[in-house]
């Protein structure tokens, strides 16, 4: 499912217009993306969480040259998903 295939759902669902809809699912990926840099965890219950990660710097090197180069710290997001997420899509 992409994000049209969501509003249209969205707009079936809650009879709503698809502005109305797409609005809607805007404010919902807003708001958790803004969470997120803020480095807050994001959970919906049932479903999943997301988390940012925090990577120190390390050594690492070029596959092609062999050069030893320092890859710096980052952040990145990660997905976890919830329990009733996993036995519904296991079943």
Do not use: H, W
Request: aromatic residues 8%; glycine residues 6%.
């Amino acid at each position: 499912m992409n994000k049209l295939e969501l509003i249209s759902v969205l707009k079936a669902e809650a009879n709503i217009s698809k502005l109305e809809a797409a609005k809607v699912v805007q404010i919902f990926f807003d708001s958790m993306a803004d969470a997120m840099a803020k480095g807050e965890r994001v959970e919906i219950r049932g479903l999943c969480s997301f988390f940012v990660k925090e990577y120190k710097s390390y050594t690492g090197r070029n596959p092609k040259s062999g050069e030893q180069v320092t890859i710096k710290p980052k952040k990145l997001p990660f997905f976890k998903s919830g329990k009733e997420l996993k036995e519904r899509v296991d079943n």
